[in-house]
T-cell receptor, first 118, second 109 residues
Framework: GAVVSQHPSRVICKSGTSVKIECRSL??????MFWYRQFPKQSLMLMAT?????????EQGVEKDKFLINHASLTLSTLTVTSAHPEDSSFYIC??????????????FGPGTRLTVL | GQNIDQPTEMTATEGAIVQINCTYQ??????LFWYQQHAGEAPTFLSYNVLDGLEEKGRFSSFLSRSKGYSYLLLKELQMKDSASYLC??????????WGAGTKLIIKP
């Protein structure tokens, strides 16, 4: 099956620092990748849609200058949390959209990155 | 508006069958997904329905009725490892997933 990796899986950083999270589709090309965050006991919340070679589309309320997204290739998207603060501590999950032809259009999720900002 | 409804929590017994229902209202429709999520982990894909009817995949089956905006996930021969949250998501006309809040399934021996 399709595999999506995320790195790092866990990160602890000091307040004010920046953290970069990588999302890779390992065995397929993904023209679109999505970034989600999930707070404990809550549903996934879409942050932004990342399209290869173009600017990301951010959801309402998500600061584009704080959450920098780059989708430089068909297999890699990065999310950089700039000047992180404790309230940014969360579980960040990426997904990659795979077009399989026919009626199937599926998102495959990365394992997630747990960010803790001290 | 767009809305996905599913029960917050369900309890079932090991070896039994459980059905988790989901109703959806989205702008356009490009399929209904079910994901399983264990605590602290990312969701894993279970099933995809875009046409009406039942899709069976081992112990798990998923059903869709587009006219009713309704789907269910059926889990048979429940095992303790099936204890998890089950997320229903509808893909809208922009190919974005609209997520339900998830159903926490508790399996008892």
């Amino acid at each position: 099956g399709a595999v999506v990796s995320q790195h790092p899986s866990r990160v602890i950083c000091k307040s004010g620092t920046s953290v970069k999270i990588e999302c890779r589709s390992l065995d397929f090309q993904a023209t679109t990748m999505f970034w989600y965050r999930q707070f404990p006991k809550q549903s996934l919340m879409l942050m932004a849609t990342s399209n290869e070679g173009s600017k990301a589309t951010y959801e309402q309320g998500v600061e584009k200058d704080k959450f920098l997204i780059n989708h430089a290739s068909l297999t890699l998207s990065t999310l950089t949390v700039t000047s992180a603060h404790p309230e940014d501590s969360s579980f960040y999950i990426c997904s990659a959209r795979r077009l399989a032809g026919g009626d199937t259009d599926t998102q495959y999720f990365g394992p997630g990155t747990r960010l803790t900002v001290l | 508006g767009q809305n996905i409804d599913q029960p917050t929590e369900m309890t079932a017994t090991e070896g039994a069958i459980v059905q988790i229902n989901c109703t959806y209202q989205t702008s356009g429709f490009n399929g209904l997904f079910w994901y399983q999520q264990h605590a602290g982990e990312a969701p894993t894909f279970l099933s995809y329905n875009v046409l009406d009817g039942l899709e069976e995949k081992g112990r798990f089956s998923s059903f869709l009725s587009r006219s009713k905006g309704y789907s269910y996930l059926l889990l048979k021969e429940l095992q303790m490892k099936d204890s998890a949250s089950y997320l229903c998501a509808s893909m809208d006309s922009n190919y974005q997933l609209i997520w339900g809040a998830g159903t926490k399934l508790i399996i008892k021996p």
